[in-house]
């Protein structure tokens, strides 16, 4: 098992510093800079030219892409100069990160809890109305662009019922203390109540409405791959040794139909975070997506750089957790 | 029986209840602030009745203000909150695009414009307790003088660079200013090199606050280094802003993209209406609308023209700001010979209908430009009248010159929205429609703003393109000077026969000392530049709006976008 992680890091150590050759060759070939994106109108050519001489963009791409690896060797990975200028990347990052995790931490949650068991539910009352609602449903889910769901949730839950505050992470003169970033936890933790329960409901629309594709396609999977295995072999050997159907559904079926869901879910945490970069910029939740919009906007060349390649860590760390969950799930997979 | 918990829970809910029920009728019999006493000179609305003076007004801007200390800035969204914090020498009046005194109460220049004389307001103190007087006046302009190393990047010191160009240690650059001295506590004496007509009516600019030297010194403000990918910024500028302002700096919560400000009870003129200002970020235009029905803010700057009436029909106030900007198309005939031909640049003007164009795609209030600056700009052409739209006259220039089958590249920026312009898309095609009826053969081109058409623009690749510019101060020079004393920016007039002439005429009109002969220079030069040099074609004014709710009074709109909080009350 540990030969086998060390092996998954190795891989992953050589897919970012793949990654970041790509990304920093490709960040840099993008028309625009970031001196057109802070002064707009008022850059002039000289603007441009004293400023990419002053942080060396001026240089041949090898010898900036030399100079990027010296200083992320030494742990310097850049410092913005749209998103947050003057402030260390990886800061950046790591401040905005709780309010991300947290928020697809929550749509996630919500995917699950509702796409499972209305998938298991669907194919187990096949043709009925439950599953084509429900199959329609998730369509509806994946067809909706999020820009346009988060505009019918907040006109309808913010401003016509006034039931929930349409953007950000707080309302204004809450006085929270934040100890992790994510503030429903902090307010939990510190047992501020109120903070808890302000964060919490700033939190349901941007869940609800960044959980609508992994819902969409959990449910699907989970509806398919339940359909699929009570048809095998197996389940009818098992009906007809006269095992009661509960044992039947728990051992037999929901165990072997959950393998290709549990990887479904692995690779949604790479669409949840391309998700957020949309949910949070429209919520204006703070998280990386937020930073991630802007930083294009302001072509932050060291707030991309950063945010895209822990994103990619992320990515490829969830899914070693989930290959590695298959064997809790799977007795014939085994991990070496 | 009631179990422990629920017991506790409610007694929870009862002292939660007695808590709201104290506040609110500390709320109600609060009282008004009396006069809000002030030292002396008034010209802020007068508080109205009902106004709750312990209220927190919260406004919604476009985006995060970059850092806190003005002269490192270049962007609204950093000035809209050093505005409150600090103040310069020179203030505009409010409401207008004059200047006016600030924080000095008073001020002359010598007969050659040279020499410029300032007298310090007494009794005004910096937030950090120290008193301002004429050595701290003149410490700051030491300071921004004295910038060493990174911070003379332009994309640091952008105004300084741009208005006062150069620095003590830069010996290839002479800079505008020359030295200031005390002449007595009260009294600070400004030399400059030149005479321009933008000095001291820049010093009103709000690059130009005047800071605590003390807090300078204690954050090491002028601590800017390039590392790297960026530039790095001391203490003083991302935490620890000193001015003298009405409001004073509480914090930045990053968290949550909010700015929250004081009230100063120390201010030296009226005090400010609210007890707390909270600028949140909300860069989506459309979240910031449903904020503000939702309640959850006060106000936002720069609603979309289309929404104007909807949003007055739900109670909240559209205040117009009068238009202080320019649309035009720029010319650049660097990749289109016929654009050489002054007849192809007349003919594309009088193809245009700005009329129609300002009446369907621009928002009331709008009106089309006969010249490169707005009425509001000492020396503006009161005779020049904004072309005609004439297709047949335009056909018949183009036949004359030769050019009958004129074929154009024209861009359009695209991912952008800005005060002259409101939706550019719309724009661009009413032009493209009036260039085509005329037989010219337009190529559209589609660019992000940021993404590559500034600069393809900047760097001569546009033969024609939507721009525009908000003026910053008072002065012809800001808007004529810019585009075109440079002779290979976007404009590219060194295409032309009359490139220096224009430079020459720039210049001097400039550096003319007596404002009514400058005026009229100015005046006669937007007649040549729209009649016979044509660099590129006006084609409107339109004025930015900002919404309040209905309960936010005493809001003075600026025409510079340059607007003081601290007349805001709310009533709640």
Redesign the interface.
């Given at each position: 098992m540990s030969r086998y992680i060390v092996r998954r890091l190795l891989q992953a150590v050589v897919t970012l510093f793949v990654l970041s050759v790509l990304l920093f060759a490709w960040l840099r070939s993008?028309?625009?800079?970031?001196?057109?994106?802070?002064?707009?109108?008022?850059?002039?050519?000289?603007?441009?030219a004293?400023?990419e001489a002053?942080?060396?963009l001026d240089q041949p791409i090898l010898v900036q892409y030399w100079?990027?690896l010296e200083?992320a060797s030494q742990g310097?990975f850049?410092?913005?100069?749209g998103v947050?200028?003057?402030r260390d990347?990886l800061e950046i990052f790591l401040?905005?990160f709780p309010?991300t995790i947290e928020l697809s931490f929550f749509a996630l949650t919500l995917a699950i809890l509702l796409g499972v068991p209305l998938g298991y539910l669907a194919a187990r009352r096949r043709g009925t109305f439950l599953d084509t609602g429900s199959v329609l449903f998730s369509l509806v889910g994946i067809a909706v662009p999020v820009f346009f769901l988060a505009?019918a949730l907040?006109?309808v839950f913010?401003?016509q019922l006034?039931l929930l505050?349409?953007?950000?992470?707080?309302?204004?003169?809450i006085n929270a203390t934040?100890i992790t970033?994510m503030y429903v936890l902090d307010g939990l933790m510190t047992r501020e109540w109120d903070a808890a329960w302000d964060a919490l409901r700033h939190l349901i629309l941007p869940a609800v409405a960044l959980s609508s594709i992994p819902f969409a396609v959990i449910l699907r999977i989970t509806r398919a791959s339940v359909l699929e295995v009570l048809d095998e072999d197996y389940v009818r050997t098992a009906q007809s040794k006269g095992l009661r159907a509960p044992t039947i559904r728990g051992r037999h079926v929901l165990r072997n139909a959950l393998i290709p869901v549990v990887t479904t879910i692995g690779l949604q945490t790479g669409a949840l975070l391309a998700g957020a970069v949309l949910t949070e910029?429209?919520?204006?939740f703070?998280g990386v997506g937020h930073a991630l919009a802007?930083g294009f906007?302001?072509?932050?060349?060291?707030v991309l750089q950063v945010l895209i390649m822990m994103a990619a860590l992320v990515y490829i760390l969830v899914n070693m957790v989930v290959d590695i969950a298959y064997a809790a799930i799977d007795p014939r997979v085994r991990v070496r | 029986m009631l179990s422990r918990t629920t017991k506790a829970a409610v007694g929870a809910l009862a002292v939660a209840i007695a808590l709201t029920g104290c506040a609110q009728s500390q709320r109600d019999t609060a009282p008004a602030p009396a006069g809000t006493a002030g030292a002396g000179t008034s010209d802020s609305a007068a508080p109205t009745d009902g106004a709750n003076p312990d209220a927190t007004f919260i406004f919604g801007a476009a985006g995060a203000p970059k850092l806190f200390d003005p002269f490192y800035a270049s962007d609204g969204e950093t000035f809209r909150v050093t505005r409150q914090i600090y103040e310069q020498l020179l203030d505009f009046v409010p409401g207008e695009a004059k200047t006016t005194a600030g924080l000095a109460e008073s001020y002359e220049g010598s007969e050659d414009g040279l020499t410029w004389t300032f007298k310090i307001r007494e009794g005004v103190k910096f937030h950090d307790g120290t008193d301002l007087d004429a050595a701290a006046v003149c410490a700051n302009f030491d300071r921004w003088y004295n910038q060493t190393g990174d911070a003379q990047n332009s994309a640091v010191t952008y105004y300084w660079n741009n208005n006062f160009g150069g620095f003590a240690d830069q010996a290839d650059r002479d800079s505008l200013f020359e030295s200031c001295t005390t002449s007595d506590d009260m009294t600070a004496v400004v030399k400059v090199t030149r005479v321009t007509s933008k000095f001291p009516d820049i010093l009103a600019h709000g690059a130009y606050a005047i800071h605590s030297p003390a807090a300078l010194e204690e954050y090491d403000a002028n601590n800017v280094t390039a590392q790297g990918s960026g530039f790095t910024y001391p203490a003083y500028a991302l935490e620890h802003p000193t001015g003298t302002g009405a409001f004073k700096f509480a914090g930045y919560n990053d968290a949550n993209g909010e700015v929250t400000l004081e009230r100063n009870e120390d201010y030296w003129g009226d005090k400010a209406g609210v007890a707390k200002m909270v600028i949140r970020s909300i860069p989506d235009e459309s979240t910031r609308r449903q904020e503000l029905q939702a309640g959850t803010i006060h106000g936002y700057d720069l609603p979309n023209p289309v929404d104007w009436k909807a949003l007055e029909d739900d109670g909240a106030k559209v205040e117009i700001r009068p238009a202080f900007n320019i649309l035009y198309v720029g010319l650049n005939a660097t990749k289109n010979e016929a654009l050489k031909d002054v007849r192809v640049r007349q003919a594309l003007s009088y193809a245009i209908n700005r009329e129609q164009l300002v009446q369907s795609q621009l928002p009331e209030g709008a009106e089309p430009a006969s010249q490169f600056f707005p009425k509001a700009v000492s020396g503006y052409n009161n005779d020049l009248q904004p072309y005609p739209h004439d297709p047949e006259k335009a056909k018949s220039l183009l036949a004359e010159a030769g050019h009958s089958d004129l074929s154009i590249e024209f861009w359009q920026p695209t991912e952008v929205t800005r005060p002259y312009m409101p939706d550019p898309a719309s724009i661009f095609e009413a032009i493209r429609s009036d260039w085509e009826a005329v037989g010219i053969t337009v190529n559209p081109v589609a660019k992000p703003w940021t993404g590559g058409y500034l600069d393809g623009t900047e760097q001569s690749e546009a033969p024609a393109y939507l721009l525009g510019w908000t003026g910053d101060y008072d002065s012809a020079d800001n808007f004529i000077g810019t585009f075109f004393t440079q002779q290979d920016n976007a404009f590219a007039t060194k295409n032309y026969d009359f490139a220096n002439e224009l430079t020459e005429a720039l210049v001097a009109a400039d550096s003319e000392p007596d404002a009514a002969t400058r005026d009229q220079m100015v005046s006669e030069l937007n007649k040549k530049i729209a009649e016979e040099y044509l660099p590129g074609l006006p084609i409107s004014h339109s004025p930015p709006a900002i919404v309040v709710a209905s309960s936010v009074s005493g809001l003075v709109t600026s025409p510079l976008a340059a607007e003081d909080f601290s007349t805001v009350t709310i009533n709640e």
């Open positions: 993008l028309p625009g800079g970031p001196v057109s994106a802070l002064l707009g109108e008022r850059s002039t050519p000289a603007d441009r004293a400023l002053a942080l060396g100079r990027f200083r310097q850049g410092v913005s100069t947050l200028p003057g990347a401040s905005r309010a505009f907040k006109y913010a401003i006034g505050p349409p953007s950000g992470r707080q309302s204004v003169g934040h970033g910029r429209v919520f204006t703070r802007y906007e302001t072509r932050d060349y060291a | -």
